[in-house]
Nanobody
Framework: QVQLVESGGGLVQPGGSLRLSCAAS????????MGWYRQAPGKQRELVAL???????DYADSVKGRFTISRNNAKSMVYLQMNSLKPGDTAVYYC???????????WGQGTQVTVSS
């Protein structure tokens, strides 16, 4: 069974930075595509960034140049470095693990990011 635990959220001023972390249990991590999604109040969950098991990355247009996704396969960790944060980045951020072969998705419980002065 896969479990994902996010950490690193909090309150930050506009222009500030945060680094989110996601710890994954289970042996499937190396074969999985990892993603960060977010959901703001009253809005649908949206993709923020993806990283394949080979290290290829993709970003939502709204975060390109500001956010960086990375992974450490040895530690089964995925990270989201968020710089130049804006109030519009306020949301609950979720870590996702997708098993490419089966298409199965696993989600963390989410971590709140609030950007406010």
């Amino acid at each position: 069974q896969v479990q994902l635990v996010e950490s690193g959220g909090g309150l930050v001023q506009p222009g500030g930075s945060l680094r989110l972390s996601c710890a994954a249990s289970g042996s499937i991590f190396r074969l999985a595509t990892m993603g960060w999604y977010r959901q703001a109040p009253g809005k649908q969950r949206e993709l923020v960034a993806l990283i394949s098991n080979g290290g290829s990355t993709d970003y939502a247009d709204s975060v390109k140049g500001r956010f960086t996704i990375s992974r450490n396969n040895a530690k089964s960790m995925v990270y989201l470095q968020m710089n130049s944060l804006k109030p519009g980045d306020t949301a609950v951020y979720y870590c996702q693990l997708r098993v490419v072969i089966s298409g199965s998705d696993y989600w963390g419980q989410g971590t709140q990011v609030t950007v406010s002065s």
